[in-house]
């Protein structure tokens, strides 16, 4: 149920704002940034994460579903006004037997087409429902698949943590007065720590937030349109329609709603009234 793709800015300067954060910290507090590239510590934390999703399901699925986020770098913009606005162009250009408009929208032009062919109101809404249902579903599946990432990512910080402790106390009691190697083991414990919780927080879990606010506004346009095209396959009047799907709208949406619908009403007249002089 989406609208023509356009590259999503929002994502891509939020992953672009969160590297230049971090790296910006890392310059300003030390004139040796390159300490914080630990190849251990990546090797742990990614090459675990990595492992663990071989663990998790199968080769293809994994695939599939990187597949399917890489996706998320398109943005759909949902307007549940404008949802509206061309469901009730539908309703009133079907009350004047006109032929509808196309829209960019996939559920809104199969719906149509269901009532093209003659479809009752009752099958329409089921398919539509499936419909929506089917894609919450998918979304809400990669939202999983990413906050199953984010639980990853501190936990195998936690082992090269663990792991370089080890290296640490094993060392210090072979010292003899050398201490050259608690360095080392100290940075792979905290660089596995810092890239676990890192990846965590700025990657994997706002990314699963978006889909999930992907996931609800699609919801909520499934329920415009399986209503709206409900209704209009009714024969239930425009009027009724909109002051139905308007429930659907806040406060400020209905204002935003009440607008463009009188900009279109006094386009209309104005028009009659070019043809009429």
Same mark, same amino acid.
């Given at each position: 149920?989406?609208?023509?793709?356009?590259?999503?800015? #929002?994502?891509? #300067? @939020?992953?672009?704002?969160?590297?230049? %954060?971090?790296?910006?910290?890392?310059?300003? *507090?030390?004139?040796?940034?390159?300490?914080?590239?630990?190849?251990?510590?990546?090797?742990? %934390?990614? @090459?675990?994460?990595?492992?663990?999703?071989?663990?998790?399901?199968?080769?293809?699925q994994t695939i599939e579903l990187i597949k399917r986020l890489s996706t998320s770098i398109y943005g759909y913009k949902y307007e549940a006004t404008t949802t509206v606005l061309e469901v009730l162009d539908l309703a009133y250009r079907h009350q004047n037997?006109?032929?509808?408009?196309k829209s960019d929208d996939e559920i809104l032009s199969d719906g149509v087409d269901m009532m093209t062919i003659g479809l009752n109101s009752e099958d329409i809404?089921?398919?539509?429902?499936?419909?929506?249902?089917?894609?919450? *579903?998918?979304?809400?599946?990669?939202?999983?698949?990413?906050? *199953?990432? *984010?639980?990853? @990512?501190?936990?195998?910080?936690?082992?090269?943590?663990?792991l370089g402790m080890i290296i640490l106390l094993k060392d210090i009691g072979n010292l003899q007065g050398d201490i050259s190697s608690v360095g080392p083991a100290m940075a792979i414990a905290l660089c596995a720590t810092l890239y676990g919780v890192a990846t965590s927080n700025m990657l994997f879990i706002p990314w699963a937030e978006y889909l999930n606010h992907i996931a609800h506004s699609s919801i909520l346009r499934g329920q415009i349109i399986s209503e709206g095209l409900y209704m209009i396959s009714e024969g239930r009047h425009p009027i009724q329609i909109r002051e139905t799907l308007k429930s659907y709208l806040n406060k400020k949406e209905q204002n935003v709603l009440e607008e463009k619908l009188s900009v279109i009403e006094n386009h209309t007249i104005n028009s009659e009234d070019n043809k009429v002089a």
């Open positions: 149920m989406q609208r023509k793709k356009q590259i999503n800015f #929002s994502m891509i #300067s @939020g992953f672009l704002g969160v590297l230049g %954060v971090l790296s910006l910290t890392i310059l300003l *507090s030390t004139n040796t940034p390159w300490i914080f590239l630990n190849i251990i510590g990546v090797t742990i %934390v990614f @090459g675990g994460i990595f492992t663990s999703l071989l663990i998790m399901q199968p080769f293809s037997n006109l032929n509808p408009n809404k089921k398919c539509i429902d499936l419909r929506v249902e089917n894609f919450e *579903s998918q979304l809400t599946q990669e939202a999983g698949f990413l906050i *199953s990432l *984010s639980k990853l @990512g501190p936990a195998f910080g936690l082992v090269g943590t663990l």
